[in-house]
C-alpha cells in the first residue's frame, strides 16, 4: 500500500459569492506560503473529500480544494429540485476557478484532476494558459458526445442484461438525456439515481478494486445531486464543442503535463488518453496495465512522484487574499 501524505485539515475556508445566486464552497490547506496548487473533483457534482488533500506535502504546497457549483458545501445544493441547472455549465465553473484565483490573490497555480475534473482542468488551463504552473491529471477524459456515448451505450456490449435495465429505466433511446429529465422529476428522481449509478457501477465492476455489489437503499443528498448534474453536464456534452479539448491541446505547449491512466479503464478508454498526449506538446503519459479508472498503488505513486517533482519549482509570488488587500 502506497503511504500518503499524512491528514491535514485546512487553514482557512469559505464560500465565494460567484453570482448567479450561487456560492461556491473552497478550502486551503498545507502552507500558506507554499507553492499553489488548486483540485478539481469528478463527477460531475462528486464535491471534494478529505483524502484529496494528502497527495500533496503540506510544507511545500499551498493547496486549495472547492466544491463546484451545486454539491457539496456549495450552496445552492443539486439535491433540492428547486435549485434551477440554467447557471450550471463548464464555462459557468471555468469563471469560478478565476475568481476564486483572485480571491486568493494567486497569480499561477498547478492544476489537478481527474475523470470529470480532467475535462475541467483541461478547458480551463486551454482557456487561461498564463495562469497554469503544471496540469496533472488522470483517468482521462474530455467529455467528448463520443465518449458519453460509449460509457451509456457501447459499453453495453460487455454487459447486455445490465444495459437493457439501464435503458428501460429511460424509456427511450437516448438514455442520458431521459435519465437528466428523470432527475428533474420529484416522484421519478430516487429511482433514476439508483439506476445511474448502479450502471456505472457495473462498467466498473471487472477492473482490480471494484466494490462488491451495486448501491441499494434510497440515495442520499450527495447521490443526488451526482447524478442530477453528471446527467445535466452529459446531455450537454459539456457545452464543449466535439473534440475541441484535444484539438485545442497546442494551447498547452509550454506547460509540463503528466497524465496518468489504467489500462483497465472501460468507462474512460486509453484512447482518449493517448490522443491528449499525441496533440499536447511535451506530455508525458503514463498508463497502468494492471489498473483501471479506480485508483491504484502504481497511479498513487505516478501522481505523488509528479507532484513532488513539481513542488520543486519556485512558488509564484501570490498577492494578498482581495478580501483582505488595503489601498
Known sequence: MI?????????DHGLLDVGDGHHVYWETCGNPDGKPAVVLHGGPGQGCTPGMRRMFDPARYRVVLLDQRGCGRSRPHAADPATSLRHNTTGHLVADLERLREHLGIDRWLVTGGSWGTTLALVYAERFPH????????????????????????????????????????????????????MADPDRRNSAAVAWMNWEETVLSL?????????????????????????????????????AVIRDAGRLAGIPGVLIHG?????????????????????????DDRSGHHA???????KLAALDRFARQPAPTSRPPAARRRR
Open 3 to 11: 503511504e500518503l501524505h499524512p491528514p491535514i485539515e485546512p487553514y
Open 207 to 243: 477492473e482490480p478494486g471494484a466494490p462488491a455489489g451495486l448501491h441499494s437503499g434510497p440515495p442520499d443528498d450527495a447521490l443526488l445531486a451526482f447524478v442530477r448534474l453528471t446527467t445535466h453536464y452529459y446531455a450537454h456534452a459539456g457545452w464543449l464543442e466535439e473534440g
Open 296 to 302: 491504484s498503488d502504481v497511479k498513487r505513486a505516478w
Open 131 to 182: 495562469r497554469v504552473t503544471e496540469i496533472v491529471v488522470s483517468a482521462i477524459s474530455t467529455t467528448r458526445r463520443s465518449e458519453v456515448d460509449w460509457l451509456y451505450r457501447g459499453a453495453g456490449r460487455f454487459f447486455p442484461e445490465a444495459w437493457q435495465r439501464f435503458r428501460d429505466g429511460a424509456g427511450e433511446d437516448d438514455v442520458v438525456g431521459a435519465y437528466a429529465r428523470l
Open 263 to 287: 489500462r483497465l479503464d472501460l468507462s474512460c478508454p486509453v484512447t482518449t488518453a493517448w490522443e491528449l498526449a499525441e496533440a499536447w506538446p511535451g506530455a508525458e503519459l503514463l498508463v
